[in-house]
């Protein structure tokens, strides 16, 4: 049996996110960095495997994968169903996918609206509506903490992890986004 492959970008929460599932997982993963910057996503190879030019990337044996959530939910089903990161309870797994929702949609796509054009395109600074709009999200992802340590309940899920990606990029860059 092959190594699973994830192609990775270290700055990317999404690719970080997968990363740190299978870590949690204990898999034996073999990471092939890409550097985006330099455009090696970009490659003839590489758009064989991922047309779309994506990271981060999932090579399991013969399958292949990418889209984050997609990569981390499929680590636990594939690789370790039993785990509390999601586990089997269709309930559980609603509000786990919820969560994964929340950060796809709302506190990922709304940093990646502020900061992307500072990093992508060398803007100098960032909208006041952008910085308002992520402090939103983050205090609704704190709403969803309170009383308890993990989004949706009392064990550690994928949902955390993908969502604690997105967060330490906020911290990363919080100089920039001086959110109040």
Not at 29 to 38: R, Y
Not at 62 to 68: G, I, N, P, R, T
Not at 139 to 166: I, K, P, Y
């Amino acid at each position: 049996m092959a190594p699973i492959v994830l192609y990775h970008f270290p700055m990317s929460p999404p690719s970080r996110s997968a990363l740190l599932v299978a870590r949690n997982l204990g898999l034996d993963v073999e990471v092939k960095i890409l550097n985006l910057m330099a455009g090696e996503h970009m490659t003839e190879d590489f758009l064989k495997i991922n047309p779309q030019h994506t990271v981060p990337t999932l090579v399991d044996d013969d399958y292949v994968l990418w889209e984050s959530k997609a990569i981390a939910t499929y680590l636990v089903e594939q690789h370790r169903p039993d785990s509390a990161l999601y586990p089997s309870d269709p309930r559980k797994r609603g509000l786990i996918n919820r969560m994964l929702y929340f950060d796809s949609t709302v506190l990922f796509a709304r940093a990646f609206a502020a900061i992307g054009p500072v990093m992508r395109a060398g803007a100098k600074s960032i909208p006041q509506e952008r910085k308002d709009a992520i402090g939103e999200a983050l205090s609704t992802l704190n709403g969803f903490l309170e009383g308890q340590d993990w989004v949706t309940g009392e064990d550690c899920t994928v949902a955390d992890l993908c969502l604690l990606a997105s967060v330490s990029s906020l911290e990363v860059r919080e100089r920039e986004l001086q959110l109040e």
